[in-house]
């Protein structure tokens, strides 16, 4: 099984950039296919990007397409996440998860091990 520990997270101003990473332990880090989540004060988690096991294919929320850029490197059981031109309403914790079903279509409830999170503050 695979544990998943996330990193980078900080405050930032508006208009800013964060960069977070997911580094994986275990077995077959480059088979499963990555995603990150975020959940912000009070509300659920939620579905933000994903990438496939080969880096080739990925899918972006619409709020974030633009702005954010997922990208990994099987060769240090890492995924990352470039966070660009961040807004307020990024503020989250934001989360990594395994996957290891068929990427296309993507299902949330396919998504598996999870790490403890990161605390993205945006502040205006």
């Known amino acids: 099984q695979v544990q998943l520990v996330e990193s980078g997270g900080g405050l930032v101003q508006a208009g800013g950039s964060l960069r977070l990473s997911c580094a994986a332990s275990g077995r077959n880090f480059s088979s499963y296919n990555m995603g990150w989540f975020r959940q912000a004060p009070g509300k659920e988690r939620k579905f933000v990007t994903a990438i496939n096991w080969s880096g080739s294919d990925t899918y972006y929320i619409d709020s974030v397409k633009g702005r954010f850029t997922i990208s990994r490197d099987n060769d240090k059981n890492t995924v990352y996440l470039q966070m660009n031109n961040l807004k307020p309403e990024d503020t989250a914790v934001y989360f990594c998860?395994?996957?290891?079903?068929?990427?296309?279509?993507?299902?949330?409830?396919?998504?598996?091990?999870w790490g403890q999170g990161t605390q993205v503050t945006v502040s205006s």
């Open positions: 998860a395994t996957h290891s079903r068929p990427f296309r279509p993507l299902r949330l409830t396919d998504f598996g091990s």
